[in-house]
């Protein structure tokens, strides 16, 4: 059984920094691209970043050079480190995988997706 969780989510003022991470188990996760999504009340769910097995990185226009996302194969672990976090950045943020190499914005793309973690930013 194919299980990703979230965790790290929080209130934080703005400026300030969180580190999500989503564990993974049931897939061979070196082999799996991950990717970070996120939904804000009333909005459509965005992608915010994704990395590949071999660790190439590639990021929203929206985050870019606020964000990093990482992840230790070991750990069967991604990380989205959120620094500069802004009122707007607040949402329900989800990890999703997919084997197919994929690196990009299109959810139907990814397989898998966690329950989510709530990042609420105050100004």
């Known amino acids: 059984q194919v299980q990703l969780v979230e965790s790290g989510g929080g209130l934080v003022q703005a400026g300030g920094s969180l580190r999500l991470s989503c564990a993974a188990s049931g897939i061979i996760f070196s082999l799996n691209t991950m990717g970070w999504y996120r939904q804000a009340p009333g909005k459509q769910r965005e992608w915010v970043a994704a990395?590949?097995?071999?660790?190439?990185?590639n990021y929203a226009d929206s985050v870019k050079g606020r964000f990093i996302i990482s992840r230790d194969n070991a750990k069967n672990t991604v990380y989205l480190q959120m620094n500069s976090l802004k009122p707007e950045d607040t949402a329900v943020y989800y990890c999703?995988?997919?084997?197919?190499?994929?690196?990009?914005?299109?959810?139907?793309?990814?397989?898998?997706w966690g329950q989510g973690t709530q990042v609420t930013v105050s100004s």
């Open positions: 999703a995988s997919n084997r197919q190499n994929y690196y990009g914005w299109n959810p139907d793309m990814y397989r898998y």
């Open positions: 990395i590949t097995g071999r660790g190439s990185t």
